[in-house]
Structure formats: structure tokens, C-alpha cells
Antibody, heavy 120, light 110 residues
Framework: EVQLLESGGGLVQPGGSLRLSCAAS????????MTWVRQAPGKGLEWVSS????????YYVDSVKGRFTISRDNSKTTLYVQMNSLRVEDTAVYYC?????????????WGQGTTVTVSS | QSVLTQPPSASGTPGQRVTISCSGS????????ANWYQQFPGTAPKLLIY???QRPSGVPDRFSGSKSGTSASLAISGLQSEDGADYYC???????????FGGGTKLTVL
């Protein structure tokens, strides 16, 4: 069964750090781009970052550039995002998702999400 | 503010056909393909349509997508009560070098 399982969310103060993990199973992890998407409470979906299958190419939304770092360990079939200098506006449910094709960039497998709350 | 523009709400009665629009620009839908996602409250999104008009395995053929120029549309025919959900369009944006989502459309089945 194809599955993604996020972990690492929690409550953190503004300016703090968190690392989210996404454990993948059931597919050839290294062959696919992976993505983090977040959803603030009561708001819509926002793409955060993507990484190529090899890990050599990364993309970020402007609002997290310089603060978040996406990475992957293909030997452990795990995706990460290191989040530093967290802001109140980073509060959201964070989903990891598998990109089914780099041609259309549709995300066909999603995790259940992990909640990040940034508050003093 | 989303770069892709969707109506915030839509509604229909069971059996009707409903269309949700998604307006973009030359750097996203105009150049790349549109994807659509369905999301129920408290759950992860689900890929509904990819490459403008392709359905993943398991998605009923009541759902269809189309694209014209810089806009895309999602149509749901034979509307059912369980179709009530939030729907999001998305596309790669060459100018932003990332994925952009529409603001989402809440579909109510009356």
C-alpha cells in the first residue's frame, strides 16, 4: 500500500525551530519529486516546497525562503523540512505529498498531515 | 492572494451539472497543465483531475476537466450529496517557479 506518514509537528514559540518528517512506503521513493503543502486554520492550500527525486533540485515559496530547508534521505525513504525562524503565520497543518509526474506536477498521494502551531 | 482565481462558493441540487472555474495567467495555466483536488473537512486533499482532463484511477467519470487559454474548469455531472466538499485548482507557475493553488471553491449540494 502506498503511504505517507508525517510526524514532528507541535507547539513552538515565534523564532523557534521544528523539523517535520514524512515516512514513505509502497513506491519507488527516489523516483519521484516530493512536496510539502500547508493549510492554515480555515484557509486554503498553500504549496511550501518541492524537491526532486535525487534531492538535487529544490523549490520554495517566497515566504519561507531562507527559513525552511527541504531534504530527503532516499535510503530511509523519508522526506524532511527543517523550519527555522518560525512565525505566527506559519501555523498550519503541513501535508507531504508525492508528485506523480514532473510533467503535470499533480500530487497523487498525500499524508494525513501534521499540525504546527507557532504561538507565544 | 491566490494567483489562480476561483469562485468562493458553488451550489447545485442532486442530479444537476455544476462547473467551477479557475482563472490563471500565461505563466501558469497558459503554459502548464491544471490539476484539481477535492478536500473534505479535516482530511487530506485528493487528486481529482490532472493534466487538465485526466482522471486518476478510481475517480468517477462524473468529474471532468477542461482548459482553454489561461483558464481551466472542473465539471461535475449528476451531482450527488457526497460531492459536497472544497475544490482547488493548481498549476505550476514558471514565473514563481513553484506550484500555485486557487483559493478554493466550497461546493454545497442543496
Amino acid at each position: 500500500e502506498v503511504q505517507l506518514l508525517e510526524s514532528g509537528g507541535g507547539l513552538v514559540q515565534p523564532g523557534g525551530s521544528l523539523r517535520l518528517s514524512c515516512a514513505a512506503s509502497g513506491f519507488m521513493f527516489s523516483s519521484y519529486d516530493m512536496t510539502w503543502v500547508r493549510q492554515a486554520p480555515g484557509k486554503g492550500l498553500e504549496w511550501v516546497s518541492s524537491i526532486s527525486g535525487s534531492g538535487g533540485i529544490t523549490y520554495y515559496v517566497d515566504s519561507v525562503k531562507g527559513r525552511f530547508t527541504i531534504s530527503r534521505d532516499n535510503s530511509k525513504t523519508t522526506l524532511y523540512v527543517q523550519m527555522n525562524s518560525l512565525r505566527v503565520e506559519d501555523t498550519a497543518v503541513y501535508y507531504c505529498a508525492k508528485v506523480s509526474s514532473s510533467v503535470h506536477y499533480g500530487m497523487d498521494v498525500w499524508g494525513q498531515g501534521t499540525t504546527v502551531t507557532v504561538s507565544s | 492572494q491566490s494567483v489562480l482565481t476561483q469562485p468562493p462558493s458553488a451550489s447545485g441540487t442532486p442530479g444537476q451539472r455544476v462547473t467551477i472555474s479557475c482563472s490563471g495567467s500565461s505563466s501558469n495555466i497558459g503554459t502548464n497543465t491544471a490539476n484539481w483536488y477535492q478536500q473534505f473537512p479535516g482530511t487530506a486533499p485528493k487528486l481529482l483531475i490532472y493534466s487538465n482532463n485526466q482522471r486518476p484511477s478510481g475517480v468517477p467519470d462524473r468529474f471532468s476537466g477542461s482548459k482553454s487559454g489561461t483558464s481551466a474548469s472542473l465539471a461535475i455531472s449528476g451531482l450527488q450529496s457526497e460531492d459536497g466538499a472544497d475544490y482547488y485548482c493548481a498549476a505550476w507557475d514558471d514565473r514563481l517557479n513553484g506550484v500555485i493553488f486557487g483559493g478554493g471553491t466550497k461546493l454545497t449540494v442543496l
